[in-house]
């Protein structure tokens, strides 16, 4: 079974440019979160997703970072503009049913440098 | 608010020993699920073991074992028979009905051959 797709795998980009990150979640599952991982701030749910509804957004950092999900199938987490403390590894993961009890099952995460 | 907190940044175990790694957690929720994972240095988030808060019986995967203590919020993580492919990062988390995940910050885990 294919787990879930994050692309890209890496993003150098300029500051002020707008960075979309993608992530497809494994098929059937309801729940998607994203989260950001940084040395200074660990591991930190940036939002989380119940059929393709966002249920809580309180860990979004700022209003410069957006996080859609058009269908059971795609999510996108959008930062613009970006600025060089948002370089973070950014996490998507899904898990079969809302929380708490099914284990969330993660991307390969994508490394997002700004310069 | 629901903190995690995992106070070894770092711990070592030599080869076929046997490793705890502590993570304690504080919250006012009385339904929630534990959960271990490793992240290897190829950065993927992996499943180790689950606990679910209402069940007392500690969770048990293979050579993976839990000590789960619900009055103390504990819920350390045992691994024996340490192998190489055990060296990861090991992350606690805690996942509330509400939908609200949080992890502690991490514990490095090397294993010496």
């Known amino acids: 079974d294919a787990g879930v797709i994050q692309s890209p795998r890496h993003e150098v980009t300029e500051m002020g440019q707008e960075v979309t990150l993608r992530c497809k979640p494994i098929?059937?599952?309801?729940?998607l979160f994203w989260y950001r991982q940084t040395m200074m701030r660990g591991l930190e749910l940036l939002i989380y997703f119940n059929n393709n509804v966002p249920i809580d957004d309180s860990g979004m950092p700022e209003d410069r970072f957006s996080a859609k999900m058009p269908n059971a199938s795609f999510s996108t987490l959008k930062i613009q503009p970006s600025e060089p403390r948002d370089s973070a590894v950014y996490f998507c993961?899904?898990?079969?049913?809302?929380?708490?009890?099914?284990?969330?099952?993660f991307g390969d995460g994508t490394r997002l440098s700004i310069l | 608010a629901q903190t995690v907190t995992q106070s070894q940044p770092e711990m070592s175990v030599q080869e076929a020993e046997t490793v705890t790694l502590s993570c304690t957690y504080d919250t006012s929720e009385s339904d929630y699920y534990l959960f271990w994972y490793k992240q290897p240095p190829s950065r993927q988030m992996i499943l180790v073991i689950r606990?679910?808060?209402?069940?007392?019986q500690n969770a048990t995967e293979n050579r993976f074992s839990v000590n789960f203590q619900k009055a103390a919020k504990s819920f350390s993580l045992k691994i024996s028979d340490s192998q190489l492919g055990d060296a990861a990062m090991y992350f606690c988390?805690?996942?509330?009905?509400?939908?609200?995940?949080?992890f502690g910050d991490g514990t490095t885990l090397t294993v010496k051959p």
């Open positions: 993961a899904s898990s079969l049913s809302a929380p708490p009890n099914q284990p969330q099952h």
């Open positions: 098929s059937g599952h309801n729940s």
């Open positions: 988390a805690f996942h509330t009905n509400a939908g609200k995940s949080t």
């Open positions: 606990q679910e808060a209402y069940k007392q």
